[in-house]
């Protein structure tokens, strides 16, 4: 084989490689990929005395589930689009569900955010990591269209609006699908 050959054949190699270490090769590579079921989590209500919840409490629901901080300027700019959808397919049975991932002593900051962004969807607190390692969110925001199966019909790694027109169109599609 000539030197070319050679470099070529470490070039195809290297590159397989590094699309399967990435995850982009095959969704089997994660467990969370579209198509996968939701991992189970656990994360608090933001009031005064904490309620865990965590998937099931959401089974036959379709959810949007986002992971989020305070401190994210794409988690800022996406909200309003979240919002939006909320406001629009809520009464037809979409769930919302906004999960903070500030560290535990800022809960009273994921309040504030609320409040001055006139959040209307629910918000739950996860300050440990957990949620994000098992969702293999590999950043934030990390925003997962959840099916009424529980199965991950969308996973989107950062900011994404909400509100556009496909977006919608999945989740009215989704909203038409009964178990």
């Not at 909400?162 to 919608?168: I, K, L, Q, Y």
Request: aromatic share 8%; proline share 7%; hydrophobic share 45%.
């Amino acid at each position: 084989m000539s030197r070319g050959g050679v470099i070529a054949s470490i070039a195809v190699v290297v590159s397989l490689g590094a699309l399967a270490w990435g995850g982009t090769l095959s969704p089997s590579v994660s467990a969370v990929a579209p198509g996968a079921p939701a991992p189970d989590f656990a994360a608090v209500t933001l009031d005064a005395q904490p309620v865990t919840k965590g998937i099931a409490d959401y089974r036959g629901d379709v959810v949007l589930l986002n992971l989020w901080a305070t401190w994210c300027g794409p988690c800022e700019w996406e909200m309003p689009g979240i919002e939006s959808l909320h406001r629009d397919f809520a009464p037809a049975g979409l769930k919302v569900v906004a999960v903070a991932v500030d560290d535990p002593p800022f809960t009273q900051r994921v309040r504030d955010f609320i409040a001055r962004k006139g959040l209307t969807f629910e918000v739950l607190h996860e300050g440990s990591g957990k949620i994000e390692n098992d969702y293999e969110a590999r950043g934030i925001p990390a925003t997962y269209l959840i099916g009424r199966d529980g199965l991950i019909r969308k996973r989107v790694a950062g900011a994404s609006d909400w509100n556009s027109p496909a977006n919608r169109a999945l989740v009215a599609e989704l909203l038409k699908l009964r178990k």
